[in-house]
């Protein structure tokens, strides 16, 4: 009877696995391909682009598979985990030479690699976080967060705190957003809610339920330092969420779990999405590229280590000027030292990622290359030291001034004996092993002299070696068979190979080995008992060496909170030094910050379109100062043409404000900013298609936003509010917005409010703390000039034609555009009671006149001063011709209804 293909050892020992792992894609290790089979192979053969083949193909119940090379497998793996998948790594855990008989070789899986589990970090962007989250919500009115980089070891955990749930729903989003995590845990029970508001705001999020019994901190795996067993606030359990994760997924991390840092929302500036898109913090609105950002201007780091904290530090601003002040401190100290600060950079550079090298090195299958990265980063750490505390006994710094040094500047603490472990243990250059090889490699990546029994071993298999090369030469001797050779086959080892020309010359105690198509392979008593001292030998040695590398990596495990703490150093000391380069190379001053709410700034420059001009040998940047003041100049009004510089300009002042906050210095005279809560932002035009969101509905979304939270410490940035609708409704609504932000009490948000309605100019005779300014233009010989220059009050025209000629418009559309301003302007009535606004040149006919489009136009009573009032209030920028007739026919329904009344 026939076996069926499932029905054969292999697939009950797969199937067996793969209900360990029902939701997950098993990688089944057979020799050096990773198999997939049945559904997996289905699902995953057109994600990867692999070809899908089957077992006993032809036959009626052929198994479906696909694979992947061991040595290539890291990513596919991690390209399956960014689409959403798990990976269930299964391995050979005894080695096949072993195997005896029919028995299969033993097989179990060793991780489970999920989204915000990536098992290896090679690959991943330096400044990137692949955060694992998890949510503890079942507290009124809190939510504990806790998250967790396995690829660097931070770990963390806050609560989010609100008495509405309205408002606690949109802090915890704003929070999520800015962690942009890859992977989120729920309770299994009482997350439906939730769980349909994180599919709608964070659709590309893997969401996981798990056991509510995961949130248990006594209940964790292990409880590291900053997690105790008893400790039942939301933050504890979430974190409790990820440790017990952690522990069914890939437990070998937990033999080194990183400690527990708490942090409080509450010490750091607010900035949603939209604010960190509209500011260009990291990508910018073009490409979502890092040209042209904050965080590249500012990226002048010489390590992994510095790029991540410094996308750190811009992604949570600091709120106490204290703790800022001492950052600055660290800065200043660094500015006015260039030699010093130049020997610190070098020495910072030979560190690489010193947290995800460790993180590669705990992991079971890490390789001699990878505790020798790892090596070269620690070697590389006196050297950091050295530079720092040569910087402070010498140059300016004089001995009795050390107790000045800065606190927030660290001196990163060398781990020594682990270095050197490292280095008398592993040669210098160690071979790269592919994923679960066991390293028979006889040449070694132990260093020789490490261990006497090894060189031993490797002596033996040595001589063994140079016996068998000199065998070939003394056989063709002896058998007089000039072409005789030593051959080496990985399953059948050492013999001599003879073409079937010359058998009748084989010695007489030559034994027949395996037989070929041109070739016959022979052994001889004394060749197997060096083959098997060689083979023996070489095996010892190689099993000792895997034995010396484990002793190794327990080493690392011993030392990694160390490890931890001196990269934590080495990543701010080089964030700071970053820091104090570029203030030194662009002139930058050290800002003010402190708990009063006025924001003065001194011929204030945008840090990122400064460098830009300079690079492409343009205009020198125009310098503006800024004052928001809460209690005088609470509200600025700035008008102004397109092209002018108002939104480079808005943009500029809450950059400066958010480099002053995270302890930079910046692109100004002088600063003073008293302290920012937060930076809302309504800037640009964009719509949310996949939302059914248009682009008025984004931009009133946001403002309601804006409204709904904004604070007395706030910075309010707006752009055009309400020019995604009608002029009247945009005006009303742009009008009503200023209103409540001046009157509310106790709001007082300090606000820069640009505009093209200058009716909202006239807002600054009624209301006392908002001011106007405008950005200078001039005209000559018919073209605009822009000066770039802030000066105070309205602006007396927007240039919008001038602008649009320089955009490229056709000059028939320019010169009609200027006949129709001109009428709009002048407000009159052609001789015939028409309005001018209609009338092109040559258009003289009697009767009723066709209008832009060949439709004829109702004409109103001749000089109505209701109609000259509205359309001299016209905003001849935004005003398309259509609109204008549309307001005139609006106007003659309504006087031809009041003659009815009358009549």
């Not at 997950?24 to 192979?41: H, K, Q, S, T, W």
């Not at 000199?470 to 002896?478: F, I």
């Not at 996949?690 to 409204?707: D, N, P, Y």
Request: proline residues 6%.
């Amino acid at each position: 009877m026939a076996t069926s293909a499932l029905d054969t050892p292999m697939m009950r020992q797969y199937v067996a696995l793969k209900a360990e792992h029902p939701d997950a894609v098993l990688f089944y290790r057979m020799g050096d391909f990773y198999e997939m089979f049945l559904e997996d192979a289905e699902k995953v053969a057109p994600l990867l682009d692999l070809a899908l083949t089957s077992r006993d193909k032809g036959k009626p119940d052929a198994v479906p598979m696909c694979g992947v090379p061991v040595h290539s497998a890291d990513g596919y793996i991690k390209r399956l985990a960014e689409l959403g998948h798990r990976v269930a790594i299964c391995e050979q855990v005894e080695d096949p030479r072993t195997v005896s008989g029919r028995r299969l070789v033993r097989r179990q899986g060793v991780e489970v690699v999920t989204p915000g589990l990536v098992g290896d970090p090679e690959g991943i962007e330096a400044t990137s976080e692949v955060g694992l989250v998890a949510l503890d919500t079942r507290s009124e009115g809190v939510v504990g967060l806790a998250v967790l980089d396995a690829s660097t070891g931070d770990f963390r955990a806050t609560e989010v705190r609100a008495p509405e749930a309205s408002a606690l729903s949109a802090r915890l989003f704003d929070e999520l957003e800015r962690i942009a995590p890859r992977e989120l845990l729920l309770p299994h029970r009482g997350a439906d809610a939730l769980h349909e508001a994180l599919r709608a705001r964070l659709p590309d999020v893997a969401l996981t339920a798990v056991s509510a019994d995961h949130f248990d901190p006594g209940t964790a795996p292990i409880r590291p330092e900053g997690l105790e067993a008893d400790a039942a606030d939301p933050g504890s359990r979430a974190a409790a969420a990820l440790l017990s994760y952690l522990g069914t997924h890939q437990p070998f991390i937990l033999s080194a779990a990183p400690r527990l840092r708490r942090y409080q929302l509450g010490e750091c500036m607010v900035l949603d999405a939209s604010t960190r898109a509209h500011l260009e913090l990291f990508e910018n609105s073009e490409d979502r590229g890092r040209a042209g950002t904050l965080f590249e201007r500012l990226d002048t780091t010489c390590t992994p280590l510095g790029a991540r904290k410094l996308a750190r530090w811009i992604a949570y601003p600091l709120l106490d000027p204290d703790a800022i002040a001492a950052r600055q401190d660290a800065v200043e100290h660094l500015v006015g030292r260039d030699r010093p600060r130049a020997r610190l950079r070098d020495a910072l550079r030979p560190v690489r990622d010193l947290e995800r090298l460790l993180a590669k090195a705990l992991r079971p299958g890490s390789t001699p290359r990878d505790l020798g990265a790892l090596r070269g980063s620690l070697e590389a750490l006196p050297a950091v030291r050295e530079s720092l505390l040569g910087e402070a006994a010498s140059e300016s710094l004089l001995p009795e001034e050390r107790d000045a040094w800065p606190p927030a500047l660290p001196l990163p603490e060398p781990v020594p004996e682990l270095a050197r472990a490292l280095r008398d243990g592993l040669i210098d250059d160690p071979p790269v092993l592919a994923r679960g090889s066991r390293g028979a490699n006889l040449t070694g990546y132990i260093r020789a002299g490490f261990r006497p029994e090894l060189d031993a071993l490797r002596e033996s298999a040595a001589k063994g070696r140079e016996w068998i090369a000199g065998l070939e030469l003394r056989e063709r001797e002896r058998a007089g068979i000039a072409t005789l050779k030593v051959r080496f086959h990985p399953v059948h080892g050492y013999s001599l190979e003879v073409s079937k020309s010359q058998l009748g010359r084989v010695p007489e105690d030559y034994e027949r080995k395996q037989t070929l198509a041109n070739v016959e392979r022979f052994t001889t008593p004394e060749l197997r008992r060096m083959e098997s001292q060689v083979m023996g030998e070489g095996e010892r040695a190689a099993a000792l060496e895997r034995e010396i590398l484990d002793l190794l990596r327990e080493q690392v495990v011993a030392a990694a909170d160390r490890v931890r703490s001196t990269a934590e150093a080495v990543a701010t000391v080089d964030v700071q030094a970053a820091l104090a380069e570029i203030a030194r190379l662009e002139d930058w001053v050290r800002p003010r910050v402190d708990a009063a709410t006025r924001i003065e700034i001194q011929a204030g420059r945008h840090p990122v379109v400064e460098g830009v001009l300079r690079s492409r040998g343009g205009d020198a940047f125009v310098p503006n100062d800024t004052r928001l003041d809460p209690d005088a100049e609470q509200i600025v009004l700035l008008t102004g043409p397109n092209m002018s510089g108002k939104s480079t300009y808005l943009r500029q002042v809450a950059l400066i404000a958010l480099m002053a906050q995270i302890g930079s210095f910046v692109p100004a005279e002088s600063a003073s900013i008293g302290a920012v809560d937060r930076i809302f932002t309504r800037v640009g035009a964009s719509d949310r298609l996949a939302r059914g969101e248009s682009t008025f509905m984004v931009e009133m979304r946001e403002t309601a936003e804006i409204l709904a939270q904004a604070s007395d410490r706030s910075l309010v940035i707006l752009d055009e509010i309400g020019r995604g609708t009608s002029t009247y409704d945009g005006l009303a609504i742009a009008w009503a917005v200023v209103e409540y932000l001046h009157d509310t009490p106790g709001l007082r948000a300090r606000t820069l409010f640009a505009t093209h309605y200058h009716e909202l100019t006239d807002l600054a005779l009624t209301k006392e703390r908002v001011r106007n300014a405008h950005f200078q233009a001039r005209e000559w010989r018919d073209e605009v000039v822009f000066l770039r220059r802030l000066a105070p009050g309205g602006a007396s025209r927007s240039y919008g034609i001038q602008v649009a000629r320089l955009a490229g418009l056709p000059g028939t559309v320019i010169g009609r555009a200027r006949e129709i301003l001109a009428h709009l302007e002048e407000g009159e009535l052609d001789a015939q009671g028409r309005p001018r606004l209609a009338v092109g040149r040559g258009d003289e006919r009697d009767g009723g006149q066709l209008g832009l489009f060949g439709a004829p136009t109702a004409v109103p009573r001749p000089g109505n001063p209701a109609v000259l009032a509205e359309l001299r209030s016209l905003d001849t920028e935004r005003t398309t011709p259509l609109e204008a007739l549309e307001t005139i026919q609006r106007w003659q329904s309504r006087l031809d209804a009041e003659d009815e009344e009358e009549g």
